[in-house]
């Protein structure tokens, strides 16, 4: 079992930016490809970045390429979501996820079997 605990939400203008933590215990995460995920009112969740076991390999959904930055730390059991230039499209809860693949990234969600509860993020105009 992973247990996984969402920080950092809040509310924040457009252009501005958010750091969201992700911490996880139990069953160590490092061995895992992790990832972010989103979901906004009426809209199902989507994906939003992936990062591979050893941190060396990222991959973004178009949406965010270029603004928002995965990253981890297994010494400290932690993955982090810098959020840079957000825009009200932005506004969702945003999900942290361990997946099931030893090697290389995970898109989708069925390759994830654990799921923080969550932390809102809010873009005002």
């Known amino acids: 079992q992973v247990q996984l605990v969402e920080s950092g939400g809040g509310l924040v203008q457009a252009g501005g930016s958010l750091r969201l933590s992700c911490a996880a215990s139990?069953?160590?995460?490092?061995?895992?490809?992790m990832g972010w995920f989103r979901q906004a009112p009426g809209q199902e969740r989507e994906f939003v970045a992936t990062?591979?076991?050893?941190?060396?390999?990222?991959s973004y959904a178009d949406s965010v390429k270029g603004r928002f930055t995965i990253s981890r730390d297994n010494a400290k059991n932690t993955m982090w979501l810098q959020m840079n230039s957000l825009q009200p499209e932005d506004t969702a809860v945003y999900y942290c996820?361990?997946?099931?693949?030893?090697?290389?990234?995970?898109?989708?969600?069925?390759?994830?079997?654990?799921w923080g509860q969550g932390t809102q993020v809010t873009v005002s105009s």
């Open positions: 996820a361990a997946s099931s693949r030893l090697f290389g990234l995970a898109y989708n969600e069925n390759e994830y079997g654990y």
């Open positions: 990062i591979n076991r050893s941190g060396y390999s990222t």
């Open positions: 139990g069953r160590t995460s490092s061995s895992y490809a």
